[in-house]
């Protein structure tokens, strides 16, 4: 694709050109809803022809994770295959109501009975809710669930305590629920600083927020002293899911002291990310928190699948209906096909590719911060200049950027996940030393300044683009 | 299969290439963080529900589930909406939100790789102000009851107001999230009641005061019902509260535009733009508000600005709202949304076109529902619940029968009934709300009729 742009789809619109079809008018027409009937509509007048153009051509200038190896950390950009979109593109999961009689849903009601028995024994959890619609959905809710739990003890408890290198979702999740958000500190290890947390876990704290393993790849080893100094002031501990990939069939979060666990399904069982979403993030609790969860859920009575509201202590409802369906048919598919052990395989995998590329880059003269230990299924590099070293990775290596800075200022956390192969692990890396020669050395740039520019633009004007927002395109004048 | 694992392309030469690289000598070497007792004795047990045990090949995996799939009839004449609309989705549709550039990549955190979704989002917001009138959208949010919630938050930031009024004709599963969402916060949630299938506006207004952030209207409401909006919107400005107009049905921005009626705020559901039934969910919730208001807006937005050269490029706009920035300070939690099914909305809206969505709204909804109306509601034993208002594409009917019983009939003559309201709403017993749609047509509704009229004579039983 050259650097020319795409119009867009408002500038290819002409009158009298259409793209729909609709049948002949049935029934009588009459003169109907005159004082709110609207004026003006000002929506694209394209053929279909043009639409088949436009969005081939916007399609391609997206980089694909098909294309090339996309380690966006914390993500887990894992291959989505297409297999699990056709399995949930069938009708009878794509085409039906959510006020069907349940004798008419006992297939789709099977899949979500059996993914929840699948998500407890994954997590060690007691019962899932499958309403949450992502990773920060099921933070809510997990956060509902166990504040309406310490709640009905008569525990008015206010905190909430999450670790600075959380992901910003947290922190978020619970000021907006209304509660008192509290930071605590992780030591030179990139571990939870036992002291921090022992200080601030107070009776005012309900509950301790942990991504294990955390955003430096890291896990914690002292989870089960963390987990001692929540319970024992009456907290509970929650798991934030979004690194599961790293630990599936090694270990379980219910078994490392965990009261309440997310788990994306967009990252974890390689659902599609889908530019931002639909994901899903079914939120599982241990036995004494069954009670709270949202309604419905799916019980089964001998071989017939129904829906229950029979919870005496629900939270009510965090959605619509009962969830993003179609991601949970491809979860509930991918866990299928992997099975016991190609899960734990996965996790495997995953942790081997991730230490390769840090042992790697680490004897290329990269700096990790936290590479005298192993990581999990992400490592985290310190660079000065991170942002220059990943604009060339992607302008002029034609590779996607991994997540900068984060969790600090100048990180790049990679994440190359279990499905890329080694090949693709090493193209990455000397595209990383190349990119970094360059940055390092203004022959080297000079030389680089004259070959291929992948991106379809150069660096965004994010300055100008922040301070003169527009936000829409203005209708033309008739 | 012998010894890969799907989709993992490592080999065993590869991994203990991989392993002596990093220089250990067995994977759970890379795992000593976790202690020894924490770590899983044995296989995960994972159930096997198609028999004969996991893993399941393809061949398989297709079977299993295209049994389960086909366990549930999805090509009945379906007459239930209720916040879920079996509206026709376009082909084209289907063929470019699948396409991998599009379902595969994350949020477009970094513009200059991702410049088609970034442009599809903007084109997207500006099809959404289109429809509403207002100036601002998000590039979408999970859900229509999400939405509200959001925007009743939003609605409070922007007041300092704590108080959101919200009459009972709104979807009664909106009110629970909203409730779930409200619950512990410094927020009080206030209802108003129904009169004649609408807003009780009398008692709206008293309930209205200077402690009132939002005043939340569905219109067309869940009843399916047109509200006075602009009776709805006097009430709310002249307390200086924020009025947010509930769109669940999105088909009917087609013909009605929020902001001629005093809307602050628009927000809601826009699953009939191209996105299937899916048994409720992924759906495409989404929030329009004026400029003014912009910096307290959940979700992503889009800008359109230019790259170092100049030429037109778009990026994530507002990042200081958003949690990866702000963190406790964000205007939501809000990080993975539903930009698949904005993508959808925007193709399905380019393919019908002003005129064609304003011809599928009217004739095929409109026009059609009052043909329902009228032909069912005169079928002895049944009629409208509440005469006279003005619908859009749904209205409540009332039945003779019990509303389950009688669905349960229906559907062994292919028919999935509309919904029984009594379920939310027990004062309002034996009623149904019957959805019309271009999927319902005149001869779906005519065969509705005779077997409702031959039910009439032969009895439920």
Redesign the interface.
């Known amino acids: 694709m050259e ?1 020319e ?2 119009k ?3 500038e290819e ?1 002409k009158n009298g ?4 079809t ?2 002949r ?6 003169d ?2 005159g004082k ?11 053929s ?1 022809r043009q ?2 153009g ?13 294309a090339e190896m ?1 380690p ?1 950390g914390s ?1 887990t ?5 297409p ?1 699990m ?1 056709s ?1 949930a ?13 349940e ?6 009601l ?2 979500m009975y ?1 993914l929840d ?2 998500l407890r ?2 997590t060690g959890m007691a019962a899932f809710t499958l309403q949450p ?5 099921g ?2 809710t997990g956060i ?1 669930i166990g ?2 739990y310490l709640h009905s003890k008569g525990e008015g408890r206010t905190k909430i305590l999450a670790p600075d290198s959380a ?3 947290n ?9 008192e ?1 509290e930071q605590v500190d992780s030591n030179e290890k990139g571990w939870v600083d036992l002291a921090d947390l022992k200080a601030r876990m107070t009776e005012d704290v309900a509950i301790f927020m942990l991504t294990n393993p955390n955003t430096y790849g ?4 002292h ?2 002293e963390i987990a001692e100094i929540i319970h024992k002031k009456g907290g509970l501990l929650y798991y934030d899911g979004a690194n599961l990939n790293a ?6 979060p219910a ?2 002291g965990f009261d309440i666990v997310h788990v ?1 399904l ?1 990252k974890t069982f ?1 659902t ?8 899903a ?1 079914p939120t599982g609790v241990r036995e004494a928190l069954k009670d709270y969860l ?1 309604v419905p859920l799916v019980v089964r009575d001998g071989d017939r699948y129904r829906l229950t509201y029979d919870l005496a202590n629900t ?13 949970l ?1 491809k979860a509930f ?1 991918y ?12 996790s ?2 995953a ?3 991730a ?2 590329m840090q ?2 880059l680490k004897k290329r003269g990269f700096k990790f911060p936290y590479g005298d ?2 990581c ?1 299924h992400e490592c985290v590099m310190k660079y000065e200049g991170i942002d220059t070293l ?2 060339l990775l ?2 002029r290596f034609k590779k ?2 991994a997540t900068i800075h ?1 969790p600090e200022a100048n990180a790049y956390m990679m994440e190359p996940t ?5 090949e693709s692990l090493d193209d990455y890396i000397e595209a990383m030393v190349a990119a970094d020669k360059a940055v390092k050395d203004p022959r080297a740039m000079e030389e680089l300044e004259k070959g291929k520019i992948y ?8 300055k ?3 301070s ?6 203005p ?1 033309e004048e008739a | 299969m012998k010894n890969h694992v799907p989709y993992i392309p490592t080999t065993e030469a590869d991994r203990s290439g991989m392993l002596a690289e990093i220089g250990v000598t067995a994977i759970d070497d890379l795992f000593e963080a976790i202690p020894r007792h924490l770590m899983l004795k044995g296989e995960l047990l994972l159930p096997s529900p198609a028999g004969g045990g996991l893993p399941l090949s393809e061949m398989e995996l297709k079977k299993y589930l295209g049994d389960l799939s086909a366990l549930n009839p999805h090509s009945y004449t379906c007459f239930l909406g209720a916040g879920c609309y079996n509206h026709y989705v376009p082909s084209i549709v289907d063929l470019f939100t699948g396409l991998p550039q599009f379902y595969t990549p994350y949020t477009p955190y970094k513009p200059e790789t991702n410049q088609g979704t970034l442009q599809a989002m903007y084109e997207y917001q500006t099809m959404m102000c289109r429809l509403t009138g207002l100036e601002v959208s998000n590039a979408s949010l999970y859900d229509g009851a999400t939405a509200m919630a959001e925007a009743a938050k939003m609605a409070s930031r922007l007041t300092g107001r704590t108080e959101i009024v919200i009459p009972g004709t709104v979807h009664p599963e909106y009110r629970q999230v909203l409730d779930t969402y409200l619950w512990y916060g410094d927020w009080q949630v206030v209802e108003a009641g129904i009169r004649d299938g609408k807003t009780d506006l009398k008692e709206l207004a008293q309930r209205v005061s200077d402690r009132t952030a939002a005043v939340i209207v569905q219109s067309p409401n869940f009843f399916g019902i047109l509200e006075d909006m602009e009776a709805v919107s006097e009430i709310a400005h002249k307390n200086e509260a924020l009025f947010i107009y509930l769109v669940v049905e999105a088909l009917s921005l087609a013909l009605i535009r929020p902001a001629d009626l005093g809307a602050d705020i628009v927000a809601g559901e826009a699953q009939s733009f191209g996105t299937h039934m899916s048994f409720g969910g992924p759906h495409l919730g989404f929030i329009n508000c004026y400029s003014r208001h912009k910096s307290k807006i959940p979700g992503r937005i889009v800008t359109k600005t230019e790259d170092i050269e100049g030429k037109p490029a778009y990026m994530l706009w507002g990042a200081a709202r958003e949690q990866h920035i702000s963190r406790s300070r964000a205007t939501s939690n809000i990080c993975s949304n539903h930009a698949l099914n904005a993508l959808a909305a925007s193709i399905y809206l380019s393919w019908y076109g002003s005129e064609g969505l304003q011809e599928l709204a009217d004739t095929h909804n409109l026009q059609t529902a009052y043909y329902a109306y009228e032909k069912i509601g005169r079928i002895p034993g049944y009629a409208p619940a509440f005469p006279g208002q003005e619908i859009f594409n749904e209205f409540l009917l009332r039945c003779p029968y019990e509303v389950g019983s009688l669905n349960r009939r229906l559907l062994d003559h292919s028919i999935i009934g509309g919904l029984d309201v009594g379920r939310f709403y027990p004062e309002y017993e034996r009623t149904m709300l019957l959805c019309i749609t271009e999927k319902t047509t005149k001869d779906d509704i005519d065969r509705l009729a005779d077997i409702l009229t031959y039910l009439n004579e032969k009895g439920l039983s």
């Open positions: 650097r742009g795409v867009l789809i408002f619109s050109r259409a793209a729909y609709l049948p008018p049935a029934v009588q027409h009459r109907l809803l709110y009937r609207r004026k003006g509509l000002d929506l694209p007048q394209v279909e639409i088949a436009h969005y081939q051509n916007l399609a391609e200038l997206n980089f694909s994770p098909y996309d966006l993500c950009m894992k291959y989505n295959p297999l979109e399995l593109a069938q009708g009878g999961f794509r085409d039906i109501h959510p006020y069907q009689d004798s008419s849903i006992q297939g789709l099977e899949v059996y028995l699948c024994e994954i619609s992502a990773g920060a959905h933070e809510s509902m504040g309406a992901h910003g979702t922190p978020a999740s619970v000021a907006n629920l209304g509660f958000y890291l896990f914690d080893p989870i089960e630990i599936m069939g090694k270990c379980r078994d490392l994306n967009h390689a599609p990310h889908a530019m931002g979403g639909p994901g993030g949202p939270i009510g409802k965090v959605k619509a209906f009962y969830g993003n369906i179609s991601v048919v598919a866990i299928l096909m992997l099975g016991p052990k190609g899960l734990r395989t996965a495997e995998t942790v081997l590719h230490n390769y042992e790697v230990q192993h999990m990943g604009q992607a302008e996607l950027q984060f279990e499905t890329e192969t080694k991106t379809p633009i150069r660096k965004v004007n994010t100008k683009g922040m003169r927002p527009r936000l829409i395109e209708e």
